[in-house]
């Protein structure tokens, strides 16, 4: 029988093929292998969600279909990792960073194995699919773990960077990535460094510290405050572990008010990182941590959701204009 999909069909299949990042990890990993690096890859059951379909048909002898069994597959990565290549596993961030924790802790970071671990559809971008399938604590529970790497790209050619320069990396990283429908920020040949974070613009009303999907709308709302008038700039700290301390103070030190924004839970994410510099340092700057407050997130389409906890541009606007008002 054949199936004829409406163009706004929720069928997932078919709206990941409208998702132009989709391809990037696949893309990248196969540029890798061409180039010789021991790269190998798995999943468990979503390679059409993440778009490793195209690196098992390019790869087969270096792709692992683990089945709907997460935590088989980080502790199988860390005993490849011990054979010599470089394992690359990927699953939807809510499963990888939660349900995979013990395993993430014990046999990759403890065993100081170099996983890639690709958390995707970080957030509420997984929208209908339920607040079982957000991930919106993931980025307090993994930089918590010691030696391993936290990493939130903003766009896609920003994560193909990321992977290349991983490839030279000796400790495991905890990749958190979007669902590949993430606008452009960065070129291809965009430079990135691991715990580098990257500055727009640095302003003396108010300093946006952002990180993943956020950055777009965070660079959108930025340019439209100044355009108001405002001295606001923006900070994309795609590495949250380690943390650019040195980006923060530079902005607490000409700043009157920070403002983190992060699509992720208030609480020990991006905006817990940045006050534990503040407090350690002695920066006497206010911040402001915008993102999901205590609670759990609500079901609906991303686009809907985005709006609801004022994450996208519009909203974060809002949020920094009454932070102006009052500075």
């Not at 302003?203 to 405002?230: E, Y």
Request: charge should be negative; proline fraction near 5%.
């Amino acid at each position: 029988m054949t199936h004829n999909l409406h163009p706004d069909s929720w069928q997932y299949r078919a709206l990941n093929q409208r998702a132009p990042s989709l391809a990037t990890l696949s893309d990248t990993l196969i540029e890798l292998a061409e180039a010789g690096h021991p790269v190998v890859a798995g999943t468990a059951d979503l390679q059409y969600s993440n778009g490793l379909v195209g690196f098992a048909q390019r790869f087969p002898e270096r792709f692992t279909q683990f089945g709907i069994s997460e935590q088989n597959m980080v502790s199988a990565a860390a005993g490849m990792a011990t054979t010599g290549v470089i394992p690359y596993v990927a699953t939807f961030a809510s499963f990888l960073a939660l349900l995979c924790c013990e395993q993430i802790r014990m046999d990759v970071a403890y065993g100081a194995q170099p996983v890639r671990l690709i958390g995707h559809h970080t957030g509420i971008s997984l929208g209908f699919y339920g607040t079982s399938h957000h991930a919106t604590e993931d980025i307090a529970i993994m930089r918590s773990i010691a030696d391993l790497t936290v990493v939130s790209p903003a766009d896609g050619p920003q994560f193909a960077a990321a992977l290349r320069a991983s490839v030279n990396y000796a400790q495991p990283i905890y990749f958190r990535i979007s669902r590949g429908h993430d606008p452009v920020v960065y070129a291809k040949d965009a430079p990135f460094e691991f715990g580098k974070a990257v500055i727009h613009d640095i302003g003396d009303d108010l300093t946006i510290i952002a990180t993943g999907m956020p950055v777009h709308p965070a660079l959108t709302a930025m340019r439209a405050l100044q355009a108001k008038g405002h001295s606001v700039g923006l900070i994309d700290m795609h590495t949250i572990k380690p943390l650019d301390r040195e980006a923060i103070m530079a902005a607490a030190r000409r700043s009157r008010v920070i403002l983190t924004v992060e699509e992720h839970t208030i609480l020990g994410g991006l905006g817990g990182a940045v006050a534990e510099v503040l407090a350690e340092e002695g920066g006497g700057t206010r911040l402001v941590r915008h993102g999901i407050k205590d609670e759990y997130s609500l079901i609906g389409p991303p686009t809907h959701l985005y709006r609801h906890y004022k994450l996208d541009a519009a909203g974060i606007e809002e949020v920094a204009l009454a932070l102006l008002d009052r500075a």
